[in-house]
T-cell receptor, first 115, second 112 residues
Framework: AQSVTQLGSHVSVSEGALVLLRCNYSSSVPPYLFWYVQYPNQGLQLLLKYTTGATLVKGINGFEAEFKKSETSFHLTKPSAHMSDAAEYFCAVSPPNFGNEKLTFGTGTRLTIIP | EPEVTQTPSHQVTQMGQEVILRCVPISNHLYFYWYRQILGQKVEFLVSFYNNEISEKSEIFDDQFSVERPDGSNFTLKIRSTKLEDSAMYFC??????????FGDGTRLSIL
């Protein structure tokens, strides 16, 4: 079975500061990894994904994440936070193929940006 | 950009009543999913659907739940006899082959 742990249910950073949201996974084989963002009263929007290839993946809105197999991690970063980044962020995993498999989500991290 | 559309955005229902949540997946997508998110908790998988049949379902998806693709565009989730603990945000997702899932904005279901 796969699982995802997101450390820190709430993270606050100042505008312009580095954003770091942590995600660790547990899986018997290296999974596919995803970050989704949820703005208030909206659905889940895909930020970025890792499937194969380059371990540093770039997504929308200036976010990026690095897959580290040795650390079973997929932390999300952004060099400079913007007020519009305030949202809830979910890390998710799936088995390493695009079959019918479900996504398994972490509990989410609410990001607050301090002006 | 094409979107997954869910209706209604908010549904209020008396306990014991049947409710149908509707989703219009992106038109060329082949795989369909329902997830739910109880307030303050993680997003949980309910069911996946492909080729007009259920591919996988979770323990949550018991006999009171059913899914249907009644026509070429809609994908519905029916809860036969709602319970208080069914109150949650329900998300529909769809995807095409070899691509990530795209989510709708959700239906907030409130059981009174």
């Amino acid at each position: 079975a796969q699982s995802v742990t997101q450390l820190g249910s709430h993270v606050s950073v100042s505008e312009g500061a580095l954003v770091l949201l942590r995600c660790n996974y547990s899986s018997s084989v290296p999974p596919y990894l995803f970050w989704y963002v949820q703005y208030p009263n909206q659905g889940l929007q895909l930020l970025l994904k890792y499937t194969t290839g380059a371990t540093l993946v770039k997504g929308i809105n200036g976010f990026e994440a690095e897959f580290k197999k040795s650390e079973t991690s997929f932390h999300l970063t952004k060099p400079s936070a913007h007020m519009s980044d305030a949202a809830e962020y979910f890390c998710a995993v799936s088995p390493p193929n695009f079959g019918n498999e479900k996504l398994t989500f972490g509990t989410g991290t609410r990001l607050t940006i301090i002006p | 950009e094409p979107e997954v559309t869910q209706t209604p955005s908010h549904q209020v229902t008396q306990m014991g009543q049947e409710v149908i949540l509707r989703c219009v997946p992106i038109s060329n997508h082949l795989y369909f999913y329902w997830y739910r998110q109880i307030l303050g908790q993680k997003v949980e998988f309910l069911v996946s659907f492909y080729n007009n049949e259920i591919s996988e379902k979770s323990e949550i998806f018991d006999d009171q739940f059913s899914v249907e693709r009644p026509d070429g565009s809609n994908f519905t989730l029916k809860i036969r006899s709602t319970k208080l603990e069914d109150s949650a945000m329900y998300f529909c997702a769809s995807r095409e082959d070899n691509q990530p899932q795209h989510f709708g904005d959700g239906t907030r279901l409130s059981i009174l």
